[in-house]
C-alpha cells in the first residue's frame, strides 16, 4: 500500500471509524479533499447545464412552457374560440362548423397534445430528479466536511486546553516547591509538610 493510501486510510479509520475502501464515494472524496486541504463546494446544477443534449434542453423547455400560467390561459382561450367558433358562430352564420358538437377533432388534437407533452415533461422531471439527487450528495460532502473540521478544530481546542493545563500544573508545582524550601530555610513549621 503505498504512502497515500495509508494516510487516506489512517485518516478514514481516525475520522470515521471505516476503512477508506468501505466507505462511499461521497466520504472517500471528501477524506481526499480534507488531506489535500482542498476546497469541496462546487456547483452541480451548472455542471448539469453545461453538458445538456438538445433533446434536454427541448425537454425543459418544453416542461418550463407547458407548467405555465401563461400555457394554461392560452390553451384556455384557444379552446375558448374552438368552441365559440364551431358552435355559435358558424351555426348563426349559416355556415357547416369544421368542427361539429361533439368536437371529435378538438379531442384528437388534445390527445395528441397530451401524448407528446407528458413523456418530455417525464424527462424534464427525470432530469429535475438527478440534478436533485446530485445536490443532495453535494449538500452531504459539504456538511460531512464541516462535521469532520470542526472535530478537528475541537481536537486541537482539546490539545491546546491539556498543553495549557499540564503548564499551569508545572507553574504550580514548581512555586509550590520553591515556596517549601523557601520556607525550610527559614524554619518555617508548615514547611515540613
Do not use: C
Amino acid at each position: 500500500m503505498n504512502n497515500a493510501m495509508k494516510s487516506l486510510n489512517s485518516a478514514s479509520q481516525r475520522l470515521l471509524g471505516i476503512g477508506f475502501r468501505d466507505m462511499s464515494p461521497e466520504e472517500r472524496r471528501v477524506i481526499e479533499h480534507l488531506i489535500r486541504r482542498s476546497v469541496t463546494a462546487r456547483n452541480p446544477p451548472r455542471e448539469l447545464s453545461e453538458n445538456k443534449t438538445f433533446g434536454q434542453r427541448l425537454a425543459d423547455r418544453v416542461a418550463a412552457v407547458g407548467g405555465s400560467w401563461n400555457f394554461i390561459v392560452g390553451f384556455g382561450m384557444v379552446l375558448a374560440v374552438w368552441v365559440a367558433g364551431n358552435s355559435l358562430l358558424m351555426t348563426r352564420l349559416g355556415l357547416h362548423p369544421f368542427d361539429p358538437y361533439p368536437y371529435i377533432f378538438l379531442n384528437l388534437l388534445l390527445s395528441m397534445l397530451a401524448a407528446l407533452q407528458a413523456p418530455v415533461i417525464m424527462m424534464s422531471q427525470n432530469r429535475q430528479a438527478a440534478k436533485d439527487r446530485l445536490a443532495a450528495e453535494h449538500d452531504y460532502e459539504i456538511n460531512l466536511k464541516a462535521e469532520l473540521e470542526i472535530m478537528g478544530l475541537h481536537e486541537k481546542l482539546d490539545g491546546l486546553r491539556t498543553r495549557e493545563l499540564a503548564d499551569l500544573m508545572a507553574q504550580q508545582i514548581a512555586l509550590l516547591q520553591t515556596l517549601r524550601q523557601a520556607g525550610r530555610g527559614a524554619g518555617d513549621p508548615a514547611a515540613a509538610l
